[in-house]
């Protein structure tokens, strides 16, 4: 999303048939997924947020760990929503699935005990990065906690270089923040608090790290 114009998965909509089959291959999908699920540590009965779900392979990947999660999930893109709902009927889960723009989420304060997010935080510009956050912030639970698998400082020279691949495809305005390590920086900036890149996995495409970060109340001293 840049500008409050929504970007798909792959930067073109011809292209986002083929998400699925790219992210498998190139940035170890699967790894990065299942450590960001084991990070989130989730528990029965919870309410839980796939923000900017795509295709949903995240989604139903929790739902099929903790069936008595109740998991919802949004994205801004009606076709790739399609994909996510078909993908969930055919694995047997029940995923609640909103169309909807994650700086303006349409959901009450409060009512998240967890958010997720994959691959996502790149396409936004700084100010819907905040925005986002923000918002995130808003709709999480007091000790709610947040989790991000996304693109962060590549990890050595060649990542850096794998990395001018999603800089071309996605634009530099929207990855400059992650490739040069800020957004743990720009969580903390929204009101979260301990922050903490906790691994990373390098791919074709560079590194991706993954954050967690919890929603405390405003006076607290931790």
């Known amino acids: 999303m840049k500008n409050e114009r929504y970007i798909p998965a792959l930067g073109y909509d011809v292209l986002t048939p083929l998400y699925d089959a790219v992210v498998r291959v190139t940035v170890r999908e699967k790894k990065f997924k299942t450590a960001l699920i084991e990070q989130a540590n989730f528990a029965d009965g919870q309410r839980v947020l796939d923000l900017a779900c795509g295709t949903g392979t995240l989604a139903v990947l929790i739902k099929k760990a903790y069936l008595k999660v109740q998991v919802t999930a949004i994205d801004g893109d009606a076709k790739i929503l399609a994909i996510a709902k078909s993908k969930a009927t055919k694995e047997g889960v029940d995923v609640q699935f909103d169309e909807g723009l994650s700086f303006e989420l349409p ?116």
């Open 107 to 222: 959901y009450t304060a409060e009512c998240f005990d967890r958010v997720v997010s994959s691959l996502f935080f790149h396409h936004l510009t700084r100010g819907d990065k905040l925005k986002t956050l923000r918002e995130v912030w808003r709709v999480l639970k007091s000790e709610g906690e947040l989790h991000i698998a996304d693109w962060g400082l590549p990890s050595n020279f060649l990542m850096k270089v794998a990395s001018s691949g999603i800089e071309l495809l996605d634009g530099a305005e929207t990855t400059a923040d992650n490739f040069r390590g800020l957004l743990p920086s720009l969580v903390a900036e929204a009101g979260f608090r301990e922050v903490e890149e906790t691994q990373h996995f390098d791919s074709l495409f560079g590194t991706v790290r993954l954050i967690q970060a919890k929603k405390l109340p405003k006076n607290s001293t931790k």
